[in-house]
């Protein structure tokens, strides 16, 4: 299994991260995970509302 260098274990960390604070309203986050918690929180709530049209 080859290792991961240190930019893939990074931003890794960074999407851990932002799953471990998708639901808080307005979390202390570094710029990368920032990005990934809004996209996280953006692609759920088109779930959100593709799923409750009749």
């Known amino acids: ?3 991961r260098d240190k930019t ?3 931003m890794d960390a960074a999407k851990q ?4 604070v998708v639901n808080e309203a307005n979390p ?7 990005g990934y ?3 996280l929180r953006n692609s759920r709530g088109r779930e959100r509302c593709v799923s409750q049209r009749p």
């Open 28 to 34: 202390k986050l570094t710029s990368l995970e920032r």
């Open 37 to 39: 918690w809004l996209a």
């Open 17 to 20: 991260r932002a799953h471990e």
């Open 1 to 3: 299994m080859e290792s």
């Open 8 to 10: 893939e274990r990074f």
